[in-house]
Nanobody
Framework: QVQLVESGGGLVQAGGSLRLSCAASGRTFSSFTMGWFRQAPGKEREFVATISWNGIRTYNADSVKGRFTISKDNAKNTVYLQMNSLKPEDTAVYYC????????????????????WGQGTQVTVSS
């Protein structure tokens, strides 16, 4: 059974930083594309960043380019999202997700492409 557990959310002032973590269990973590999404109240779930199964390729949404960095530590079965220069519009629940098929080649940027999800962690950025 695949489980994804996010942590690291919280309240931060604009311009500050947070690092989210997503601990995975139940599968060989190193073989699967991972992603981060976020959802603000009243809005649809939004793509934030993704990283390929081998950690070589990353892709960020335009709204976070230059500020957020996704990375993974296969030895720890953990994916991270380093968030710098946070803005009030970054306020949302952040979700970690994983695809089901191993060794995916194409970049995955939509929720439908992901099969497993964590419970989410709240990030609030005050102005």
């Amino acid at each position: 059974q695949v489980q994804l557990v996010e942590s690291g959310g919280g309240l931060v002032q604009a311009g500050g930083s947070l690092r989210l973590s997503c601990a995975a269990s139940g599968r060989t973590f190193s073989s699967f594309t991972m992603g981060w999404f976020r959802q603000a109240p009243g809005k649809e779930r939004e793509f934030v960043a993704t990283i390929s199964w081998n950690g070589i390729r990353t892709y960020n949404a335009d709204s976070v380019k230059g500020r957020f960095t996704i990375s993974k530590d296969n030895a720890k079965n953990t994916v991270y999202l380093q968030m710098n220069s946070l803005k009030p519009e970054d306020t949302a629940v952040y979700y970690c997700a994983s695809v089901a098929a191993p060794y995916r080649v194409r970049v995955a940027t939509t929720p439908d492409e992901y099969d497993y999800w964590g419970q989410g962690t709240q990030v609030t950025v005050s102005s």
